[in-house]
């Protein structure tokens, strides 16, 4: 992409919600790294990994909104007012976001609210953690034997909240791969809620933290097991959890791992 073409009228003060991909640089989309290139502002999660802040054009100015005024993050109307004010003065505006921005990211409530205020507003989607951090491990989603059906859902429900949302009893049955983000704080909960819906404690289980970066670490064991591995090696987040029989070609797949 060329930056002053870019530049010009027609982008003039627009923002971009952009994937920044699970961590290996070489996930990002060519789209998204030629916006880093040319962007005026870059407003990035705490989850961006540094060979992807590494891109950014030196000249542009970079807002860290998992970490300004000494708190842990920017609430959700401050980081919407700050894209506001920056897209005022600023003709490329990047909204960076870890994985995918519409995959738990809140990328769709940022730009429904930039679009409610008349802000141009476009998405570049990323790769997301759920799909590469498993691979990475050596684990596909789905397989012809094992799998054709995969769920994505978000275990950072608290226990005991008023009215919970993910329906763990339809999870554990509604497909054969299961692929949990922030879920690790949570898992002796999730674990309980899907063997109370019938979900063998045999179950094969993955945890990837740290996906497809130099530093990922995995943990497989089975649903029965999971917690006490986590409490003897003190495994945390981030990290995928992937529950489901393709679990089992990690033993098979994992020795081609992406260098
Ligand atoms: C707020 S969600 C954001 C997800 C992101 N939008 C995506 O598409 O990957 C944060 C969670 O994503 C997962 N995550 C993000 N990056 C990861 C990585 N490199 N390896 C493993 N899990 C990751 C973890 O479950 C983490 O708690």
Redesign the pocket.
């Known amino acids: 992409m060329n930056c002053t073409e870019q530049k010009g009228q027609k982008y003039l003060g627009k923002v971009y919600l952009v994937?920044a991909?699970?961590?290996d640089p070489g996930l990002m989309t060519l789209k998204g790294k030629s916006l880093l290139e040319c962007a005026d502002v870059v407003i990035y999660?705490a989850?961006v990994?540094p060979a992807i802040l590494a891109m950014i054009n030196p000249q542009a100015e970079k807002i860290n909104a998992g970490k300004r005024m000494g708190r842990h993050s920017l609430l959700q109307e401050e980081t919407t007012s700050l894209l506001m004010e920056k897209a005022q003065d600023n003709a490329i505006v990047v909204r960076l976001?870890?994985?995918?921005?519409?995959?738990?990211?809140?990328?769709g409530e940022e730009m429904a609210e930039l679009v409610e205020a008349g802000v141009s507003v476009e998405v570049v989607p990323?790769?997301?953690?759920?799909i590469?951090?498993p691979a990475y491990a050596g684990i596909p989603l789905t397989h012809r034997l094992y799998s054709s059906s995969v769920t994505f859902v978000?275990?950072?429900e608290a226990a005991g909240k008023y009215r919970p949302t993910v329906n763990w009893q339809a999870i554990a049955h509604g497909s054969e791969t299961i692929v949990?983000?922030?879920?690790?704080h949570n898992l002796p909960y999730i674990v309980e809620q899907l063997s109370t819906a019938g979900l063998s404690l045999e179950t094969p289980i993955a945890l990837?933290?740290?996906?497809?970066?130099p530093d990922?670490e995995e943990l497989i064991g089975k649903l029965g097991t999971i917690i006490e591995q986590v409490e003897k090696t003190g495994f945390g987040?981030?990290?995928?959890?992937v529950i489901g029989q393709v679990v089992n070609m990690h033993s098979i797949l994992s020795e081609c791992r992406p260098v």
């Open positions: 994937g991909g699970p961590g999660d989850l990994s976001k870890g994985g995918d921005p519409f995959i738990f990211g809140r990328g990323g790769i997301t953690s759920g590469a951090a978000t275990g950072h949990i983000y922030m879920g690790i990837v933290r740290w996906g497809t970066r990922q987040a981030p990290a995928i959890a």
